[in-house]
């Protein structure tokens, strides 16, 4: 009943910007924590950002510096700003959300988005 979607992807020359969103949707109480995760073949999973109700964020390394993670809660919506991309960023991105269904619920449900697909080029 809940659904994330993504977009914003796409391809991007090395050295570009690109701007990725997830939008949350559906039988919604509220939004904890909220996060970025991407997948490239050959790779391992790796977590990009994360970011709290409250705005804290915490980045990978590999992005650090380069990636913005950002949230409009009035709208359930996360945006990953991506600036000075490099090759090795070319991955599917997918969003996560640790989301309460009601206001009598004791746990937070982890929701996955379908991803989107970021190539850049060399």
């Known amino acids: 009943q809940v659904q994330l979607v993504e977009s914003g992807g796409g391809l991007v020359q090395a050295g570009g910007s690109l701007r990725v969103s997830c939008a949350a949707s559906?039988?919604?109480?509220?939004?904890?924590?909220m996060g970025w995760i991407r997948q490239a073949p050959g790779k391992q999973r790796e977590l990009v950002a994360t970011?709290?109700?409250?705005?804290?964020?915490n980045y990978a390394d590999s992005v650090k510096g380069r990636f913005t993670i950002s949230r409009d809660n009035a709208k359930n919506t996360m945006y990953l700003q991506m600036n000075s991309l490099r090759p090795e960023d070319t991955a599917v991105y997918y969003c996560n959300a640790d989301v309460l269904l009601d206001a009598y619920a004791t746990r937070w449900t982890d929701f996955w988005g379908q991803g989107t697909q970021v190539t850049v080029s060399s």
């Open positions: 970011i709290t109700s409250s705005g804290r964020t």
């Open positions: 559906g039988s919604i109480f509220s939004i904890n924590a």
